[in-house]
């Protein structure tokens, strides 16, 4: 059984930061890609930006230069900083990753972003 803990969410100004944390658990005998999601009301859930266990990484052009994901390989976690958030950033996001050749998602968790 493989399971994604999320934490970090919350309400923020925009200008403001928040990091995300991602941390997988249970029988782990590989992980490759990581990432985050996010979906925001009304719209599809979109890649935020993910990264390889090797550590490159790939991100949306709306949150480059803004964000910045990362991994810890040795405990199985994934984070994201987040700055100079905007209202727009406002969303559910969601940790995905590739663990044991199959994709685990986790069960969001809300970034509020006021204006």
């Known amino acids: 059984q493989v399971q994604l803990v999320e934490s970090g969410g919350g309400l923020v100004q925009a200008g403001g930061s928040l990091r995300l944390s991602c941390a997988a658990s249970?029988?782990?005998?590989?992980?490759?890609?990581m990432g985050w999601y996010r979906q925001a009301p009304g719209k599809q859930r979109e890649l935020v930006a993910d990264?390889?266990?090797?550590?490159?990484?790939n991100y949306a052009d709306s949150v480059k230069g803004r964000f910045t994901i990362s991994r810890d390989n040795a405990k199985n976690t994934v984070f994201l900083q987040m700055t100079s958030l905007k209202p727009e950033d406002t969303a559910v996001y969601y940790c995905?990753?590739?663990?044991?050749?199959?994709?685990?998602w986790g069960q969001g968790t809300q970034v509020t972003v006021s204006s």
């Open positions: 249970g029988t782990i005998f590989s992980i490759n890609t």
């Open positions: 990264i390889t266990r090797f550590g490159s990484t």
């Open positions: 995905k990753s590739r663990i044991n050749f199959n994709d685990y």
